[in-house]
C-alpha cells in the first residue's frame, strides 16, 4: 500500500475534473488518505485543516466543516445523488450505520507505519433513494450548468434530511 502525499498522489476514481482541479494552482487539499478533499477560495484552508483520519466524513471532516456554515450548496454537476459524497456525513451521523475499522499507510517520524482507525460502514446504495425521495417530499432541485443535467441542494437540509430517513427507514 502506498503512503498517501497529498501534493502527489492522484484522487481515486474521481474522474478527469476532479483530479484536473486538484492541479490548478491556489487549490489545496486535505491530508486523508481515502477521503481527501480539494478546495479554492477564501475558507479553502480553514474548511480542509486538521481532517480527521477516524471517520474521514464525520464532524471533523470537511463536510462537518461546511455543515457549519451558514447556506453552504452541494452542486451535483452532470451527476445524480449515487455520488453525492456529502450524504456520508448523513452515515456519520446515523444511528444505524455501524462502525467498521479501517488502515492506511502513513508516514510518521520519517518512517512508514500502518494505522488502524475507526470509521462508518459507508455505502452509497442508499443515496439515490434519499435523494429522489428528498426531492418529493422538498420539490425539484434540477438545474442546467453549461448544458449539463445538475442539481443544487443546500448541504444542512439534505443532510439532516438523509439521517432521519437513515435512522427511520431499513438500511
Not at 9 to 22: D, H, L, N, Q
Not at 36 to 55: N, V
Not at 95 to 111: C, F, H, S
Request: aromatic content about 10%.
Amino acid at each position: 500500500m502506498p503512503i498517501f502525499d497529498k501534493e502527489r498522489t492522484p484522487s481515486y476514481k474521481m474522474g478527469v475534473i476532479a483530479e484536473t482541479f486538484r492541479a490548478l494552482p491556489d487549490v489545496c487539499r486535505s491530508n486523508h488518505p481515502f477521503y481527501s478533499f480539494t478546495a479554492w477560495g477564501k475558507k479553502a484552508e480553514e474548511i480542509l485543516q486538521d481532517h480527521s483520519l477516524e471517520h474521514g466524513f464525520g464532524e471533523n471532516s470537511p463536510l462537518g466543516k461546511l455543515y457549519q456554515i451558514k447556506d453552504s450548496q452541494i452542486v451535483l454537476f452532470g451527476v445524480d445523488n449515487d455520488s453525492n459524497t456529502s450524504l456520508h456525513l448523513a452515515e456519520e451521523r446515523s444511528t444505524k450505520v455501524k462502525n467498521k475499522l479501517g488502515k492506511a499507510a502513513l508516514l510518521k517520524d520519517g518512517k512508514r507505519v500502518i494505522q488502524t482507525f475507526e470509521e462508518k460502514e459507508y455505502n452509497s446504495e442508499l443515496f439515490l433513494k434519499i435523494g429522489e425521495t428528498f426531492e418529493q417530499e422538498k420539490g425539484n432541485h434540477k438545474k442546467e450548468i453549461a448544458l449539463a443535467p445538475s442539481k443544487i441542494f443546500n448541504l444542512k437540509e439534505i443532510i439532516d434530511f438523509a439521517e432521519n430517513y437513515l435512522n427511520t427507514n431499513e438500511t
